[in-house]
């Protein structure tokens, strides 16, 4: 197995390059507009791979996505969660859904909560063993905080609140119910827009280890959980609505 | 870069190919391997030394692309113009468009451990791997020449034979049965997962 993980540091993004040399494909996740499509199609060609398959994980609220052009670029489809409500096509990918690379098995998580279209990918090496081994979890578990709830656009008809209760279930009923050996490898870290003030500015941690130690993971319930990511928020990422907008595929302020 | 390369599709390709210009597939080796252009050669962009690989092949001079992955075949073509190529075409949509157009996909034929073991008293077997991997055994009646060697053995083979070619994991016999099918051995295969998986599923090897 190929993996890597690139980071734009300016931004706390996290992206990933994940592939397998014995049928010479590559997966890429979340690609930084900071790194540029070259940089991508380079990166996968040295290592003896073509990018087959590109995914976003979410709409993005930090970064302009160059996720359309890189799939163009490298020929391959374009995949969102079939929950993503965008101006242009995409290859949709809902739960249970999986990307099979050789032996290595990647396979969709519905994570929402920080927006409606999160999701995760499960990551299992079938030459490894039987159980998943890594999971990408996009925007909703980081190391050490997790992802907010209230980057939502003017005229939307949800709110922090009902954002927050859907990232609740996502982290406590679909990824806490992974196994604790499950390595974590998140869309952001340090100091991104994009979660809670204790991300940290490491970039891997496992399950086991966020479930006793994450502290948006210690509230005892929804409610509690609410409050505590409501009442720890960032400022606004720098031009969100308009970089929203932009991976919306819309120019226009309606939305 | 100079003049654009035009863009053709599988019937102007085609033709382009028949007056005898060579077409190049950039993709992974194995991705080749699975369906490429009839006649086109492999010669996966990025791996260092390309567009050495390609001078190694043939003298600069005019070529066709397939267009499979869009961003490397620009920067392909950057450096075979520089190195004095020139591109006088690219298939446009790449080995897709070939095989929608009803044209067929060349592919490299691969094998089981479980076929090879059926058919193994019928075929060539050659080892490609070195010296000091062969301790651990071969498969029974393997001729054994290491991959960089097999450009002077080319000439020993017989294109009427069967060859299966076999090495630890099925990669570097992958790249030698690309070679040996290149330099017109139509009867070429390969073992997948090499000897790993021969010796995974039981079958015996001679020290």
Known sequence: ?255 | MSENARSLDPKAFEDVVREGVPALDLRPLALFARGHVQGAASVPYGRAGFPDQVLDMMSPGRVLLVDDIPAVTKMARADLEEAGFKVVGVLSGGSRAWEASGRTLEVLDQVTADELWDLVKDVKVIDVREPYELAQGVIPGAIRIPLNMLPEAVHDLDPAETHVLVCATGFRSLVAQAYLHRRGLRKVRNLVGGMALWEGCGYPVER
């Not at chain 1, 931004?11 to 996740?29: F, K, M, N, P, Q």
């Not at chain 1, 079939?82 to 969709?108: C, I, M, R």
């Not at chain 1, 003017?154 to 009923?173: M, Q």
Request: hydrophobic share 35%.
């Open chain 1, 1 to 255: 197995m190929i993996f890597e993980q690139l980071a734009d540091p300016g931004l706390g993004c996290l992206s990933y390059l994940i592939g397998d040399e014995g049928t010479g494909e590559a997966i890429v996740v979340d690609p930084l507009e900071k790194l540029g499509v070259d940089l991508y199609i380079q990166k996968a060609a040295e290592r003896g791979l073509a990018i087959t398959q590109v995914v976003d994980t979410h709409l993005h609220a930090d970064h302009v996505s160059i996720g359309r052009r890189l799939a163009e670029a490298a020929g391959a489809p374009y995949r969102l969660s079939k929950d993503a409500s965008v101006n242009y096509s995409f290859d949709p990918l809902g739960e249970g859904d999986t990307f099979e690379l050789g032996p290595l098995v990647l396979k969709v998580l519905m994570t929402p909560g920080h927006t409606p279209d999160g999701l995760s990918l499960l990551a299992t090496d079938t030459s490894r063993g039987r159980e998943p081994w890594f999971v990408l979890t996009g925007d909703s578990l980081f190391i050490g905080d997790v992802a907010r709830p209230d980057l939502i656009l003017p005229g939307s008809d949800e709110t922090p609140e009902t954002r927050a209760a859907v990232l609740y279930r996502t982290l406590f009923e679909t990824l806490l119910a992974l196994p604790d050996t499950v390595e974590v490898y998140p869309g952001h870290y340090g100091a991104s827009t994009c979660g809670g003030r204790y991300m940290s500015g490491k970039t891997v941690s496992t399950i086991g280890f966020e479930r006793r130690y994450n502290i948006a993971l210690k509230e005892a319930d929804e409610r509690s959980f609410t409050h505590f990511v409501m009442a720890g928020l960032k400022p606004l990422p720098d031009r969100y609505e308009e970089i929203k907008r932009k991976n919306l595929g819309v120019t226009s302020d309606r939305v």
